[in-house]
């Protein structure tokens, strides 16, 4: 299939595309709860002349190819979406009220299923065999290893993976793809959550309670010592804490007070998050017990640091300027060759197989698209779905071509 097939198909599948995807949107589903969700993909996949199995407790996957001996690329799409209530004004409005599309999901999803598409009536095509995989629970950082668990990279094995993330937000036009470049393209990412307990009591006789709220205050500011005086200059680290909570009234002192964050870092062996949480762990210890109380510190939801092989992000980067010329630009113009903040449970897949990852701009700020990921009014321009389609299809096309002898 030519350059110019790619996109004159998958053009033509603008309309259906924008069908799905505004389908989906209006249905948004979390975690591994995704009745509706799975059963429409799957659905489609059957109507594409896939014959789809479920893997895992709530993904699926399907096999385009494979008539040709040869190596097997994975192209992936996460479904869920997030538990927030939608502000977006948009004809196709989540119509589950607290769950919304809100990172794109619904867009990766049908860009995927256009390449299903375009891949089953190319298949005799195929050198080797492309693997879909329609991924849960991203948001929370356990589909990903819950499919690996359940044999995601086996029968048949898979020798390189790629997948797509649209942005809004940014400056940059609608339809560009951004390609990452090798080695560490996004931070790893661990939850925490302390609990300081002390004794509660009236706020008008403090010397017969013991506050944990003033303990928890002198832990949440030490705790920021870590990065700056404890990480070696050429390390990186970053320590938030996103909530705070402390009893129900302004006259009463608590018996507890709470804090959850996350810690992220760029070390693939995650030895910095083991000296941060180490350090998070002693310095809770003494805080609390200076101030007479105790406390517990919880740590969950690991994901790691997302690994690019510079191998495969060159081809990649390679066939998306044959696809779309100016269009498609290596992502470290646009970074500096920095890591980015945010975390991708795709990372537990680019610490087996070769990974790449691209990313699509879906609405430009420069055209109304102001608000970015995760914000409840975020919108996306759904008009590039074709593009995210055609670069799905043109990766796998091309790198089974000539690596997939």
Known sequence: MTTREVIKEAEALQGELTAIRRELHRHPETGFELKYTKAFVKQKLEEFGYQPTELGKAGLIALAGGKTPGKTILLRADMDALPIHEEAEVEYKSQNDGKMHGCGHDMHTAMLLGAAKLLKEHENELKGTVKLEF????????????????????????????????????????????????????????QYHITVKGKGGHGSTPHEAIDPITAAAHIHIALQEINSRELDGNQFGIFTTGRFEAGKTSNVIPDTAEMWGTIRTTDPENEVGDLIKTRMKQICSGIGAAFRCETEVEFYD????????????????????????????????????????????????????????????????????????????????????????????????????????
């Open 135 to 190: 991924q849960p629970a991203e948001e929370i950082f356990q589909g990903s290893p819950d499919m690996l668990k359940a044999g995601l990279l086996e029968d048949p094995h898979v020798d390189a993976a790629v997948m797509i993330h649209v942005t809004a937000g940014m400056p940059l036009p609608s339809g560009t793809v951004m390609v990452s470049g090798g080695g560490i393209s996004s931070t790893s990412c661990e």
């Open 302 to 405: 690991y994901c790691p640091c997302m690994v690019i092989e510079p191998q495969l992000a060159a081809d990649t980067l390679r066939y998306m300027k044959e696809l779309l010329g100016d269009s498609a630009i290596d992502l470290a113009v646009i970074s500096g060759g920095k890591a980015g903040g945010g975390s991708e449970d795709f990372a537990f897949v680019s610490h087996r197989v070769p990974t790449v990852s691209m990313f699509l701009t879906a609405g430009s700020s420069k055209d109304g698209y102001i608000y970015s990921q995760h914000h409840p009014k975020v919108r996306f321009d759904d008009s590039v779905l074709y593009r995210g389609s055609a670069a799905y299809a043109f990766a796998a096309l091309n790198w089974l071509n000539e690596h997939g002898q």
